[in-house]
């Protein structure tokens, strides 16, 4: 326990010092506050750039584009800096030798996994914490009388789904040396997703619904009990990636 | 007891045999080299003893319990020095040392007092707020050190730590380690004979993935003992009288003459300095100088590495 806690510190300390934690703060608050912004200003920004000549008419924008921006975004660039930031997780300590005099200090494997999880799963929470209070607030602002449903429990989706990528990623990272290795496998598992995804069967247990399916919830056209068994699956799933990433690294050989 | 035993250790890599039932003991508060070629397995065997890799065969007991591969509890009473350590570039040597003490399980005035004593040791005192991205390697391997010895482990590990440093550099890590030798076992890996004569009382030499030579300096001199013999004289006549005594022409001794001075080499073990003595007494030569050869360690190395 002393070892998990002295670790997680270091764990902090590092995302501080090498500036990751700064631009993963920067990337989500940049999102936050675009979100609703794009989602009003862009009809203007199309209008202008369209000669006068021609005639078409844009819909009035509304807070659902502001969502609509925040979970592409969230979810395509988002995810995507957060995986590529954490790909080198432990490939870095590995490659290193970094981690090597912490271990024979007598620091124990199950807590260095359980550590870099838990600082992921904090920063994750933070960034997405962030990104989300700023769109929310802007868009309460910009578009005061439209009304969402479900918002609170599909942004809780959006994050259980980054938990389960971040398991995986710890997983993949346990399995490779090299980051470009875990990312590969990361990769891997979501494209596996994405194609199970194809049969409709498998939709409402495949972890990635709960980052397809944001929209249908806020706007009432996916019941949130529909997403039930998806939770109860990823939740599963990231435990075994997290337990399984345990038994894989207390077996290697560094 | 031993500190350290290590019994019948198998390791390969792929079709690459490492270890090949090694055996060792190191006994308790001394300084012991442990020595062989580049490749031979010396790292390989220390980080089995650390728990880092898994052995195919065999035990190692640290402290009179058992390594576990993959856990960490006989790690506590080990302190190792990595060939090249490394740390994280961001921090001080402070807050490197601070991290190391609590996973070690030190209270906080523990890791205060420590740390700064050992800093003052490995004469890191006046960068122990800098950065250890900008430190030198040789700063690195004392860092190394001060926080190897950090939860006052009982035996010390250091795998090559003169090995890419300096002469002056490399003096100054020896002295280090002597001045912790009267707190802690040390086994010090290297290829580098001399630092090995120069503060190890115990040696080992592994080749072929076995130990093929274990023992004190001193032991290992005395049943290495060449029985070559050095006679200088004062003329080159009497050097010649004496290499072609009749007594001498056998075929278990050999003989070379250089100007006034000649080297015997005796292989007859029953035969000693005694009978040289006595050819010379025959003779009534009286030489300027007569000495029993020592083997140097490096050519025991050569000896048993061959």
């Known amino acids: 326990m002393t070892g998990y806690l002295a670790f997680l510190k270091k764990e902090f300390f590092e995302y501080t010092k090498t500036f990751k934690l700064f631009i993963m703060l920067m990337v989500f608050a940049v999102f936050g506050i675009t979100n609703p912004l794009t989602a009003k200003l862009l009809p203007e920004i199309l209008g202008s750039l369209i000669p006068d000549s021609v005639v078409i008419t844009l819909p009035e924008p509304t807070a659902y584009d502001a969502w609509t ?41 199950t807590a260095v996994i359980l550590s870099k999880y838990t600082c992921m799963v904090l920063l994750w929470t933070t960034s997405i914490a962030l990104c989300f209070g700023l769109t929310y607030g802007y868009t309460v602002y910009l578009f005061p009388k439209d009304e969402t449903s479900n918002l609170l429990f599909s942004v809780f989706c959006l994050w259980l789904f980054g938990l389960f990528l971040m398991a995986a990623l710890l997983f993949s990272a346990t399995l490779t040396r090299s980051s470009y290795g875990c990312l590969l496998v990361t990769g ?59 038994v894989v690294f207390r077996k290697k050989q560094i | 007891m031993g500190v350290l035993e290590i019994r019948q250790l198998y390791k390969r890599f792929g079709h690459h045999e490492v270890l090949k039932g090694l055996d060792m003991d190191v006994p308790e508060h001394s300084i012991f080299g442990f020595v062989g070629q580049n490749g031979a397995g010396k790292t390989t065997t220390m980080k089995i003893i650390l728990g880092l890799l898994k052995p195919d065969n065999g035990s190692v ?30 921090m001080d040597p402070m807050e490197y040392l601070k991290l190391c003490g609590e996973i070690a399980g030190l209270t906080k005035s523990q890791i205060k007092s420590r740390s700064e004593e050992l800093l003052e040791l490995v004469g ?183």
């Open chain 1, 69 to 109: 921006q925040f979970f592409k975004n969230a979810t395509q660039i988002g995810l995507l800096v957060m995986v590529i930031l954490f790909s080198s997780v432990l490939s870095s300590e590995l490659s290193k030798g970094t981690l090597i005099n912490l271990l024979t200090k007598g620091l124990s494997r």
């Open chain 1, 188 to 246: 891997i598992v979501v494209v596996i997703c994405m194609i199970l995804n194809i049969i409709p069967a498998v939709h409402r247990y495949n972890p990635i619904s709960l980052s397809t399916d944001n929209m249908g919830l806020i706007m009432n056209s996916i019941k949130a009990s529909a997403l039930y068994s998806t939770i109860v699956i990823t939740c599963l799933l990231s435990l075994i990636f997290v337990s399984l990433s345990i």
């Open chain 2, 124 to 306: 890191l005192k006046e960068h122990r707020k800098k950065k250890i991205g900008g430190f030198s390697r040789g700063m690195k391997q004392r860092l190394g050190i001060a926080q190897a010895l950090l939860n006052e482990p009982k035996l010390l590990i250091c795998d090559e730590p003169t090995s890419a440093l300096d002469p002056i550099g490399r003096k100054e890590i020896l002295d280090i380690l002597l001045a912790a030798k009267g707190k802690t076992t040390i086994v010090f890996s290297t290829h580098i004979l001399a630092d090995v004569e120069k503060i190890c009382d115990r040696i080992a030499v592994l080749h072929g993935g076995k130990l093929a030579l274990c023992g004190t300096l001193s032991e290992i001199r005395e049943r290495h003992r060449l029985h070559g013999f050095i006679l200088e004289f004062g003329s080159e006549k009497e050097a010649s009288c004496f290499e072609n005594a009749e007594e001498l022409k056998q075929p278990s001794i050999s003989l070379s003459r250089n100007g006034s001075t000649v080297k015997v080499f005796l292989a007859d073990g029953d035969m000693d300095g005694h009978f040289l003595l006595d050819v010379l007494s025959q003779k009534h030569i009286v030489p300027l100088k007569f000495a029993v050869m020592e083997p140097t360690l490096e050519s025991l190395f050569v000896e048993v590495i061959r």
């Open chain 2, 61 to 90: 007991t640290v402290c009179g319990e058992k390594v576990e591969y993959g856990g960490s509890g006989t790690n506590r009473h080990i302190g190792y020095l990595p060939d090249v350590p490394e740390f994280y570039g961001y």
